[in-house]
């Protein structure tokens, strides 16, 4: 079974910090390009991160420039993401994806469930 899952979500006051982790199962994850989207509670979509595969080459949205590491680890299968200096906007499900190509992509094939960061200020 081919699937992503999210994880690391969580509770955190602003100035604070999370790592969110994306595990794949059934398929390599460095062979496919992975990125980090969000969607705040009422708003769209939005982008956080493209990864180039077999790289941790990345782009970063406007947002979380200078806040936002993506990394990744092979022999786990992960791609982690890392946020800094959280503010309450930041408060979203984050979600992972996954798709061969390079960045940026408009579709993704895999997609996690999401995980939750919540902001408190």
């Known amino acids: 079974q081919l699937q992503l899952v999210e994880s690391g979500g969580g509770l955190v006051q602003s100035g604070g910090s999370l790592r969110l982790s994306c595990v794949a199962s059934?398929?390599?994850?460095?062979?496919?390009?992975v990125a980090w989207f969000r969607q705040a509670p009422g708003g769209e979509r939005e982008g956080v991160s493209c990864t180039e595969k077999r790289s941790e080459s990345t782009s970063y949205w406007i947002p979380v420039r200078g806040r936002a590491t993506v990394s990744r680890d092979s022999a786990k299968n992960t791609v982690y993401l890392q946020m800094t200096n959280l503010v309450p906007e930041d408060t979203a499900v984050y979600y992972c994806?996954?798709?061969?190509?390079?960045?940026?992509?408009?579709?993704?094939?895999?997609w996690g469930q999401g995980t939750q960061v919540t902001v408190s200020s």
């Open positions: 059934g398929f390599n994850l460095d062979d496919y390009v």
């Open positions: 994806a996954a798709e061969r190509g390079t960045c940026p992509l408009i579709q993704y094939d895999f």
